[in-house]
Each structure stands twice: as C-alpha cells, then as structure tokens.
C-alpha cells in the first residue's frame, strides 16, 4: 500500500511534465506551422496566378551615379590641406620609422609609470614592516609585563596563604 501511494506522486509528476512539454512545443512551433501550412495550400489553389511584372530602372554603374568619382585620385587627395599633403608625401620608410619612435615613446612612458608604481610598493612595504615591527616590540612588552604580573600574583598569593595560616592558628574561623 505504502510503495503504490510512493510510486503515484512521481508519475502523475511525470505525465503532468509530458502534458506541460507538448503544449510548450505546440506554443512555440504552433504560429510557424500554421503559416505554413496555410501558404502551402494557397500555392497549390492559385497555381494559375501569373508572373509579377516590375518596372526596375535598369542597373546603374557607380561612375553614372557619382560622375566625378572617376577623376579622384591619390594625387589630388588633400591638395589644400598642407598638413595632410606632408603626410601624403612621406615614404613608406619615413611612416614605419615615425611609428616606431611613437612605439618606444609609449614604451619609455609605461616604463617609468611602472617604476614609479615600483617605488610607491617598496615605500609602503617599508612603512608597513615598521609598523609589524613596533606591533611585536608591543607585544613582547605586554607579555613580559604578564609574565611579571603572574609572579608577583602568585608571591602574593603565598604570602596570603601564610597569614591565614597563622590567623588559623591563632583563632580566626574565617568568613
């Protein structure tokens, strides 16, 4: 009795989770199935429709569109702005070179950030291993102080002993 009502949650589960998968698909796929399908029957009814006529402008070549592109060259390029007509002008050689410099500028500034981070590090570490430095001088101090502390509580606590000892002795029935 007992493993059937076990047995029943997990297949009622099961079939709800079944049930639950197929409308999911049945939602997702429906709309695209039906479109379709309704086209298709469409193609097969109309089959006698007759080809679209279109009025396209026959294909244009881009030098009709833009006449003047055509006359543009790498010469006339920048021709009034001197510094663009400097830059024109300069070999292949010339660029790499200035490239280069600019390469090892970036690198010589990366550089000297990086040791300027470098420094910063090694300062605070200084600054730091002073500051562990005073921490533990504290703390041999506190416990040298303790140790201290628990021989004179512990003399004090023999001499106490010693004087109720003799207060004992001589009468005293204490608290």
């Not at 079939?15 to 698909?25: D, E, G, I, Q």
């Not at 006529?53 to 006449?67: G, K, R, T």
Request: aromatic share 6%.
């Amino acid at each position: 009795m007992r493993t059937e009502m076990n047995r029943r949650p997990p297949t009622c589960f099961r079939c709800c989770l079944v049930v639950f998968a197929v409308v999911s698909a049945l939602f997702v796929s429906g709309p695209a199935l039906f479109f379709t399908f309704k086209k298709g029957l469409k193609w097969k009814g109309a089959s006698g429709c007759a080809p679209c006529v279109c009025d396209c402008a026959p294909a244009q070549s881009l030098f009709q569109i833009v006449p003047g592109l055509a006359n543009l060259t790498i010469a006339d390029c920048g021709k009034d702005d001197p510094d663009l007509k400097e830059e024109m002008e300069k070999h292949v050689v010339d660029l790499l070179s200035e490239e280069l410099k600019l390469q090892e500028t970036i690198g010589e500034e990366h550089s000297h950030h990086m040791n300027i981070t470098l420094g910063e590090a090694k300062r605070l570490a200084s600054q730091y291993q002073g500051e562990a430095e005073k921490c533990i001088i504290a703390t041999q101090t506190c416990e040298g102080a303790r140790e201290r502390t628990e021989v004179l509580i512990t003399k004090e606590k023999k001499v106490t002993s010693m004087w109720e000892q003799r207060a004992l002795q001589l009468g005293w029935e204490g608290e």
